[in-house]
């Protein structure tokens, strides 16, 4: 699948009840990142909430400056970009690992949608 279709995918795709729960794919996020509503952050930010939020706002995580300047929205097509390859969507930011495989990336994003 191609980066246009899987964003396309990801962007029409509404959560169903079964995106409610996060995917296998998820698991390699969890090492650093929480989801519930309210939980303390991890490593990385909670991102509950995180589609269609400005990049670097969750209140009271230390963010990198590359983060901070970077102006991003966090929509589904940058979300999609941004875990594909951190460091070359913002480069300096914290988060060194990314996900290269587009079927995982439109799971996490679809799971992230439905954790608002």
Known sequence: M?????TA???????TAAQTAPPPAFAACKACHTVQKGAKSGVGPNLNGV?????????????????KA??????????DQFIAAPTKKVP?????IGMADPAKRAAI?????GAQ
Do not use: E, H, Q
């Open 70 to 79: 970077s102006k991003l929205r966090w929509d589904p097509a940058t979300l």
């Open 92 to 96: 300096g930011t914290r988060m060194p």
């Open 51 to 67: 589609v269609g939020r400005p990049a670097a706002s969750l209140p009271g995580f230390n963010y990198s400056a590359a983060l």
């Open 2 to 6: 191609c980066l246009g279709a899987a």
């Open 9 to 15: 995918f990801i962007v029409t795709t509404a959560p």
């Open 109 to 113: 994003i679809a799971y992230l949608k």
